[in-house]
Structures are given as C-alpha cells and as structure tokens.
C-alpha cells in the first residue's frame, strides 16, 4: 500500500510538488481523474441496477403471463361443466 500511495503522489508523501501523478497532473489535473474513475465506477453500478430490474421485469411478465393462463384453464372449465 506505501508503494501505492508513493506512486501516486510521489516519493514526498502528500507534497504535491514532488514526483509521481500528482507531479505531473497537478491537483486539478488528478481531481478531474479521480472525477472521471468515479463516474465509470457510478456508471457500473447503475448498469447492475438495470440489469437487476430488467430481470424482475421479465419475471414478473412471465408470472403475469402463468396466471392469465391459469385463469384462462379455469375459466374453460367452468364453462365446460354439465350438469345434464
């Protein structure tokens, strides 16, 4: 992790003018890219969450779909019974 953290904001820890991304970014320069691992991050979650309500979309079309046929059976054989 110390290697990490040296790597990104350089050999002088949180001195922002020392070697590493935030030499070469600058502060506005590695805010906008953590801005922008953010927003790939946020957009991955929102694409699980669409994913996850389209599955519950089609299983509750198929559900829907079982019990309009199961009231359909029915409904026919109600209209088959005789009583004669």
Request: hydrophobic share 40%; charged share 25%.
């Amino acid at each position: 992790m110390e290697a990490l953290m040296k790597a990104i904001f350089g050999s002088g820890g949180m001195d922002f003018g020392k070697q590493g991304i935030m030499g070469a970014l600058g502060s506005e320069g590695f805010s906008n890219l953590l801005q922008g691992g953010m927003s790939i991050y946020n957009g991955m979650q929102m694409g699980d969450m669409l994913d996850f309500q389209k599955g519950m979309a089609k299983n509750a079309d198929r559900r829907t779909e079982d019990l309009f046929q199961q009231d359909k059976r029915e409904q026919e054989a109600l209209n088959n019974l005789n009583f004669a």
